[in-house]
């Protein structure tokens, strides 16, 4: 673990995501949005694929059109599978690579439910419930297993899967 420590630098560009956040939680989406797409030209198409997986999906959250919210998930996942977990390392509080795809399956799932398109959906809720399986035992991880499976009965897919974590069930 202090060998971990040691090797994660203070990130910059992550600290200014963070700010941007912190905007846009308070309410300033507009402004968020313009400093999110401002940082996404420092970093650039082909920059570093932590930068680009995160800042993606924040900026996905700071939409208001569900397409333009579908796209910028598809341009997180897509980085995300760029990821290694050595460049996470790299980062303070880093986390393993399949640790983030719970999330960013369960998003581009509830993009595709809001655009009417329900078999995109399952599909990429299926991946986060099986994603879900690498996931710790923390309130942000209680958090994300228990979207995917509010998703899940939102969908008709029944919820809780055959791990046994879903919401319980009413008994007769």
Same mark, same amino acid.
């Given at each position: 673990?202090?060998?971990?420590?040691?090797?994660?630098? +203070?990130?910059?560009?992550?600290?200014?995501?963070?700010?941007?956040?912190?905007?846009?939680?308070?309410?300033?989406?507009?402004?968020?949005?313009?400093?999110?797409?401002?940082?996404?030209?420092?970093?650039?198409?082909?920059?570093?694929?932590?930068?680009?997986?995160?800042?993606?999906?924040?900026?996905?959250?700071?939409?208001?059109? +569900?397409?333009?919210?579908?796209?910028?998930?598809?341009?997180?996942?897509?980085?995300?599978?760029?990821?290694?977990?050595?460049?996470?390392?790299?980062?303070?509080?880093?986390?393993?690579?399949?640790?983030?795809? +719970?999330?960013?399956?369960?998003?581009?799932?509830?993009?595709?439910?809001?655009?009417?398109?329900?078999?995109?959906?399952?599909?990429?809720?299926?991946?986060?419930?099986?994603? !879900?399986?690498?996931?710790?035992?923390? !309130?942000?991880?209680?958090?994300?297993?228990?979207?995917? !499976?509010?998703?899940?009965?939102?969908?008709?897919?029944?919820?809780?899967?055959?791990?046994?974590?879903?919401?319980?069930?009413?008994? +007769?």
């Amino acid at each position: 673990m202090t060998e971990r420590q040691e090797q994660a630098v +203070p990130d910059a560009v992550m600290t200014r995501i963070g700010q941007v956040v912190m905007l846009c939680h308070a309410g300033d989406r507009e402004e968020a949005r313009h400093r999110y797409l401002a940082l996404w030209a420092e970093i650039g198409e082909d920059g570093d694929p932590l930068h680009r997986c995160t800042l993606a999906h924040y900026m996905a959250d700071a939409q208001d059109d +569900p397409c333009d919210e579908l796209a910028w998930d598809l341009r997180a996942l897509t980085a995300a599978e760029e990821l290694t977990d050595d460049r996470l390392i790299r980062h303070e509080g880093a986390l393993a690579v399949r640790a983030l795809y +719970p999330s960013l399956h369960l998003n581009l799932a509830a993009d595709y439910v809001r655009l009417g398109r329900t078999d995109a959906a399952r599909s990429h809720l299926r991946r986060a419930r099986r994603a !879900s399986a690498e996931l710790g035992e923390d !309130s942000y991880s209680d958090g994300v297993r228990a979207a995917i !499976s509010r998703l899940e009965l939102r969908l008709g897919e029944g919820g809780g899967g055959s791990d046994g974590w879903g919401p319980p069930r009413q008994r +007769p």
